[in-house]
């Protein structure tokens, strides 16, 4: 990837990290952990990516991007924000009553949000509905849907697995980001889901291993998924729980719990410093 442009995306991901905790912190409630987890990849896809229009979100030929996991609805909404569908200051109203930010996306009252998502399982499928209907109507629009490791214990999902499979969904891409917590533990005690890659291959996808927080290895894998025909494929991502800020990272307990005001002026001005060592950089 160019230097340029991956300086660009680092800086424009911690921004997203910082839309997040400022959200979360203000709303008192939501899910930092798990939004700070695909904060790099939803830059990636939104600023580097994905066909999007912020002026016309409606526009038909527009990629489309399902957040299964809906709960880390703060990191789609910041890197939305950062993209200009609406106004960063609007971040600080999630979850408040008159917000048009609400705990899970909302795809009638958020510019940028195709699909409205949070019931752990249901988010895949109306993806390759989405998929399927560009097959039929030969669009040429494509999907792309994030997963979490511990949604992918739903039985729904694997349903959806087959039936993208069984149309040959090659407009869809689906990313699992494998943080490896849940909001009762380590997914490997709770419900394991291991071995996802050799799963997802035996359910007939093509399966491409990649590292969340490297750009390079982000940009590598999306590329790959471009040459596949006749198979949906699946992206899993090794991630870190919490990543950018030191108390999170990999700790179950941020799953679900908004920073007090001293851990939220502690994670902005670790975020802080970490965006002015980007800005400084040659």
Known sequence: MDELLKKQLSITACKVRMGIIEGVYNAKSGHPGGSLSIADLLTYLYFAKMNVYPDKPDLPDRDRFVLSKGHTAPALYSTLANRGYFDVEELKGLRHIGSMLQGHPDMKHIPGVDMSSGSLGQGISAACGMALSAKLTNDTYHVYCVLGDGEIEEGQVWEAAMFAAQQKLDNLTAIVDNNGLQIDGKISDVCSPYPITDKFSAFGWHVIAMDAHD???????????????????????????????????NQVSWHGTAPNKEQYEQAMSELKAQLAELETEE
């Open 215 to 249: 750009f390079d290895s982000i940009d590598a894998a999306f590329k790959e998924a471009e040459t596949v025909v006749n198979q949906p494929v699946m992206i899993v991502m090794s991630s870190v729980k919490g990543k950018g800020v030191s108390f999170m990272e």
